[in-house]
């Protein structure tokens, strides 16, 4: 996987760890569920059942046994219902086993449900961040060989999407400001031949004036900025995709306490699930007209820094008072929402999307691994739901609850950014968002984390894409392919 934030694409290295089953030479991996643990057991030798008792096999999930047979060896690995494979079931064995070429038993494949589920974490389980190590891994990779040949090209692009978020959280925001970040778009566009435009400088200040009060402060290097791309046939149905790029956030003059700044790089999170979905929609060709918006910058402290108690004007020509500098990554989303609504050539938006590391409500609500999901429509909610438990990507509605716009009320402006009462954070972030999006139109919110505060199998502790997945398959089902 990439050991650089080279996103585009997908990693050479990466497309060579799932290949066609053509009968060559691999090691034979066998997946065992505990109900199916005893007649397997009844067909090894005397001599394996020894090697596997030995140690301690018992077919629990993400265990693994190594048996020799003959002048050769096997894998024995657990899961957890052989006919529901998950994403995750490879995920550890991928990154435990020695390098090498392997195979799934003959059988297993066509007993399981879904099993290009468990390509992707076979590939994801050899992610590695080693940009700043010295002591970078050399291990070769492990390699499998599948009879789902056509599930291949999908894994490979959902885990390419999947390490370009990890990767770009994962970098730290010296090396990944406003211009990175652009700098990304724009070499996606030229992949993609997509139209990039960026928006900096006084044109943001007359045009995104939030984006540009949020990141004033911020040295010249990493200046704020607007950057939308386009891409696909204006005829198609309008999608709106949006993310939060927050590259660092100190709190503003609101100052985070240092031990809460350590993650900070990870708060453009958000653009980074906005971008790698944008790239597995030119890559599929899916059949709609896509308009990416990332609103950059960095929440710094200075003499220009804007203050608590400044009323700022939006694009929208909402007025907003600022209840608490910390909650900028509002404000910024506020600007793209608004020019998102606006549409282009002529046709609105049929659907618009949001990514935000926005509240710690949600992950107070929710815990780290499931992002909060807001939308205005039952039936876009539902659709991402029900994709999410499908892909392996679980989210989970929390409610845009009318009563909760009273606490958005300002004595002197039209909005409050941060209500004090601390009631319903994340519902109370949504609604603020809401205001800003054209009544009627089709928008659903990710409060995602972009982060796992430990390791899971297939998932290492560091930047991670939660519920980038969900709305990927959702957009197949909606819009299909070319």
Excluded at 164 to 172: A, E, I, Q, W, Y
Excluded at 427 to 448: I, K, Y
Aim: charged residues 20%; contains cysteine.
């Amino acid at each position: 996987m990439s050991r650089t934030p080279s996103p585009l694409f997908q990693d050479p290295a990466a497309s060579e760890l799932l290949v066609p089953d053509r009968g060559q030479e691999a090691i034979a991996i066998h997946l065992i569920d505990k109900d199916g643990l005893e007649s397997w057991l009844a067909q090894r030798k005397p001599a394996q059942r020894a090697q596997l008792a030995a140690q301690k096999f018992t077919a629990a999930p993400f265990s693994h046994a190594i048996v020799a047979d003959g002048d050769t060896w096997f894998v024995a690995a657990g899961v957890g219902k052989l006919a529901e494979l998950g994403s995750w079931c490879l995920g550890k064995l991928a990154e435990a086993l020695p390098a090498g070429s392997y195979r799934l038993a003959p059988g297993i494949e066509g007993k399981a449900t879904r099993p290009d589920r468990a390509l992707l974490g076979w590939v994801l389980g050899q992610y590695r961040f080693e940009r700043y190590r010295s002591d970078a891994s050399t291990e070769g990779p492990r390699v499998l060989a599948t009879g789902a040949v056509k599930a291949i090209a999908q894994a490979l692009a959902e885990a390419a999407a999947v390490a370009l978020v990890r990767d770009l959280v994962n970098t730290p925001a010296e090396d990944m400001g406003p211009g990175e970040l652009e700098h990304v778009v724009e070499m996606l566009g030229r992949q993609h031949r997509a139209a990039v435009r960026v928006t900096k400088g006084e044109a943001l200040e007359r045009e995104f004036p939030m984006v540009h009060m949020v990141g004033r402060a911020a040295g010249r290097a990493h200046a704020p900025r607007m950057i939308e791309l386009e891409w696909g046939d204006v005829a198609h149905p309008r999608v709106a995709i949006v993310g939060k790029g927050v590259c660092f956030d100190s709190g503003g003059l609101d100052l985070k306490p240092s031990s809460a700044m350590l993650l900070m790089n990870k708060d453009m999170g958000g653009a980074a699930h906005a971008i790698a979905l944008a790239a597995l929609i030119m890559q599929a060709g899916l059949k709609l007209r896509l308009h990416l918006l990332v609103p950059a910058a960095e929440n710094a402290i200075g003499g220009n820094a804007f203050r608590p108690g400044d009323v700022l004007r939006s694009r929208s020509g909402i007025s907003v008072e600022v209840g608490n500098t910390d909650a900028e990554g509002r404000l910024l989303l506020a600007d793209a929402l608004a020019r998102a609504g606006e549409g282009s050539d002529g046709k609105l938006p049929g659907l618009i999307l949001d990514f935000a590391t926005l509240t710690g409500a949600a992950r107070v609500a929710l815990g780290p691994d499931m992002p909060a999901l807001m939308a205005r429509r039952d039936a876009t909610a539902q659709a991402l739901l029900d994709a999410g438990l499908a892909s392996d990507d679980p989210c989970w509605r929390l409610p845009l609850h009318e009563a909760y716009r009273d606490y958005l009320k300002s004595d002197i402006a039209d909005l409050l950014n941060a209500p004090a009462n601390g009631f319903a954070g994340a519902s109370v972030a949504a609604l603020f968002l809401d205001r800003f999006v054209p009544e009627g139109l089709d928008w659903a919110h990710f409060d995602t984390f972009a982060w796992r505060p430990s390791s899971k199998p297939g998932r290492p502790k560091g930047g991670d894409a939660l519920g980038l997945l969900a709305a990927w398959a959702m957009l197949q089902q909606r819009y299909g392919q070319r």
